[in-house]
T-cell receptor, first 112, second 115 residues
Framework: DAGVIQSPRHEVTEMGQEVTLRCKPISGHDYLFWYRQTMMRGLELLIYFNNNVPIDDSGMPEDRFSAKMPNASFSTLKIQPSEPRDSAVYFC??????????FGPGTRLTVL | AQSVAQPEDQVNVAEGNPLTVKCTYSVSGNPYLFWYVQYPNRGLQFLLKYITGDNLVKGSYGFEAEFNKSQTSFHLKKPSALVSDSALYFCAVRDMSGATNKLIFGTGTLLAVQP
């Protein structure tokens, strides 16, 4: 089992640019979570999906952020336009039961 | 509101000594409690969970946690610390509000084990 796969692992972009983060969950996992981690705010849940349907997006900071899950094996988190305060490590996690979550290696985003 | 608190930002312990990482919770109803560990430049990894049953839960890498309902605590313990245990540890509780299946994570405790 390859685990949760995230790409890219590192992303450096300039303010105002569009950023797309990608995630491939573990096969058979019905839940997918997007988190953001920073020193200041810790670990924040942005949004989670169950069976490809967004269930709770209350953690999405603003309209600049959007997430999709077009099928069971792929999800994207998009930031448009990006801002320096979006700099963080973004994690994707998947789970069968929503509690024992398997995290990907993360994408370190730097917005200049 | 559901929440967990990790009162210590950092815990220092010498290798071979017992370690404790503290967690207290506030939930309505019976809690589902979890511990996760994050090694440098990695995602979080599940360590153990308490849902029901024995108050002492055993998990990965020799860790265990004790559920104490009267003190609303779920402290993580290990009898003998290893340098390789140095990492960031997160306590989490299931969000019992509404029809949600998400976890509420604490702020994390950095464990530093000195050789």
């Amino acid at each position: 089992d390859a685990g949760v796969i995230q790409s890219p692992r590192h992303e450096v972009t300039e303010m105002g640019q569009e950023v797309t983060l990608r995630c491939k969950p573990i096969s058979g996992h019905d839940y997918l979570f997007w988190y953001r981690q920073t020193m200041m705010r810790g670990l924040e849940l942005l949004i989670y999906f169950n069976n490809n349907v967004p269930i709770d997006d209350s953690g999405m900071p603003e309209d600049r952020f959007s997430a999709k899950m077009p099928n069971a094996s792929f999800s994207t988190l998009k930031i448009q336009p990006s801002e320096p305060r979006d700099s963080a490590v973004y994690f994707c996690a998947s789970s069968r039961d929503s509690f024992r979550q398997f995290f990907g290696p993360g994408t370190r985003l730097t917005v200049l | 509101a559901q929440s967990v608190a990790q009162p210590e930002d950092q815990v220092n312990v010498a290798e071979g000594n017992p370690l404790t990482v503290k967690c207290t919770y506030s939930v309505s109803g019976n809690p589902y409690l979890f511990w996760y560990v994050q090694y440098p430049n990695r995602g979080l990894q599940f360590l153990l969970k308490y849902i029901t049953g024995d108050n002492l839960v055993k998990g990965s890498y020799g860790f265990e946690a004790e559920f104490n309902k009267s003190q609303t605590s779920f402290h993580l313990k290990k009898p003998s610390a290893l340098v390789s245990d140095s990492a960031l540890y997160f306590c989490a509780v299931r969000d019992m509000s509404g029809a949600t299946n998400k976890l509420i994570f604490g702020t994390g405790t950095l464990l530093a084990v000195q050789p």
